[in-house]
């Protein structure tokens, strides 16, 4: 309860200045959804917010920063927050912000975008590279951050709009670390009746967005087995107990889980992605350490997945003689839930990316094995989140995230920001009750 007292009483020293934060509801009589999400696509698309929004996401492509290790990156964000006139928290979940637009009562709707990079060499040569070795926004949470940024612009502005408190959540550790049920814990959604996210995309054109109610993303764990044997010299293998060939016998098992234990109309996967033992030709190791990610659909699937996958490796290290153990590494890589989009959000997705892009713009995604920790989220609240395309008619085979090669087409920035405000407003305009409450009781609640 104390974090929302804290915007509260924030808000209201604001609503004292000259600059009001609360609606105007007589402004709103003249504007119905349709109009203002024109209004914001095309404010998003004058030349100096686009260039400002270019400019922050290459500042922080430049200097990427891995999990709960986003301090510069806050630091930026709060800076132009600062810029605004908006008020933020912070630090909340390490190295996460805060901000809050609108009259600081409810209702709260949320808007989410992740800052973390991934822990890899970028080779895309320009000139705003990547200038710290070994790291790369290769997902392109660097553009997220910027779109979240000018909607909060965007909102700024505009902010005789809303009829409600905007919350920007700025998050860390998406990639693995679960920076989203941090952020909760530390009670970013206390109040939030919904929220909203994208994520960019590299298959969808500029101008389409692409979602679906229901699940559309997987749920995901990742594990780690060390097969210990005996070691010695491979040319008397007799003596020794080989966990080369024990950990080999493990992976090809692993894929028996899917091809025979699975439904095929149950979309699983496994995959061994690591594989580290030994460092010479000649020489068995005593121990060979193996990891992969698994995902399912369902919760119930993912759980007996997750079971079978330790009684696999545990009993195929066994019969080749070999002891195993196995970690789900959950202190540092939470599981990550469904990622399932509200029905009737959806519904109201797809009337204002309708309104904004055209319906024929608007697509139903197919669902993906991909996972995202938005999915923390939609698990306390009502939550939707879609693709924003990217593509345009040169990059006919653009690189995928989280590749070296990937390369984030900023053109559509104005698309996204406008979105994300344009959700966020209309929300708390068509969905939420005209009901005034008591400012005491307003204020308990908060």
């Known amino acids: 309860m104390g974090f929302f007292r804290w915007v509260f009483s924030i808000l209201t020293l604001l609503s004292l200045c000259p600059t009001q934060f609360f609606a105007d509801s007589s402004s709103l009589s003249s504007k119905g959804l349709s109009d203002f999400t024109q209004i914001f696509l095309n404010h998003a698309k004058k030349k100096e917010v686009f260039d400002w929004m270019v400019g922050i996401r290459r500042k ?27 008020p933020y928290k912070y630090p909340i979940a390490v190295t996460g912000v805060v901000g809050f637009v609108g009259s600081g009562k409810p209702p709260f709707v949320a808007i ?33 951050v910027a779109m979240l940024l000018g909607a909060a612009k965007i909102l700024q502005e505009h902010h005789e709009l809303l009829q409600g408190t905007v919350v920007l959540v700025f998050q860390p550790a998406e990639e693995g670390g679960g920076g989203a049920e941090k952020m909760i814990e530390a009670g970013v959604l206390e109040n939030v009746d919904a929220i909203f996210g994208l994520h960019v995309s590299s298959s969808l054109p500029i101008g389409e967005v692409s979602s679906k109610p229901g699940p559309i993303l997987a749920g995901s764990g990742f594990f780690e087995a060390v097969i210990s044997g005996k070691g010695g010299h491979a040319a008397i293998p007799q003596h020794s107990i080989d966990p080369i060939l024990a950990a080999s016998n493990v992976i090809v098992s692993l894929q028996h889980l899917i091809s025979r234990e699975a439904d095929p109309l149950d979309s699983q996967v496994v995959t061994v992605a690591k594989f580290q033992g030994g460092g010479a030709f000649n020489v068995i190791p005593d121990s060979v350490t193996i990891g992969g990610t698994f995902r399912a659909f369902s919760e119930e699937s993912f759980m007996q997945l997750k079971q079978r996958i330790e009684e696999v490796i545990i009993g195929q290290a066994t019969v080749q003689r070999c002891k195993a153990t196995v970690d789900f590494l959950l202190n540092d890589k939470p599981f990550f839930p469904i990622t399932i989009n509200d029905k009737d959000l959806h519904e109201y997705f797809h009337k204002v990316a309708g309104d904004m892009l ?26 939707y989140f879609f693709l924003l395309g990217m593509k ?41 009750p005209r009901t005034t409450l008591p400012s005491e009781k307003q204020h308990d609640e908060l």
């Open 60 to 86: 922080i492509h430049e200097n990427p920063e891995l999990g709960y290790e986003e301090f510069e990156t806050s630091e930026l964000i709060r800076a132009e927050l600062d810029k605004m006139g908006v």
């Open 358 to 383: 055209g319906i024929r713009n608007v697509k139903e995604m197919q669902p993906l094995m991909g996972s995202e920790d938005f999915s923390f989220y939609q698990k306390v609240i009502p939550g």
């Open 112 to 144: 989410r975008a992740d800052m973390d990079a991934l822990a890899m060499q970028e080779m895309v040569e320009w000139d705003h590279k990547s200038k710290i070795p070994g790291k790369m926004h290769a997902c392109g949470h660097d553009g997220h």
């Open 392 to 432: 345009n008619e040169t990059n006919e085979n653009p690189a995928l995230g989280h590749s070296p090669f990937f390369k984030i087409n900023e053109d559509s920035f104005p698309y996204g920001a406008a979105l994300h405000a344009s959700l966020a407003a209309g929300y708390l305009l068509e969905l939420q």
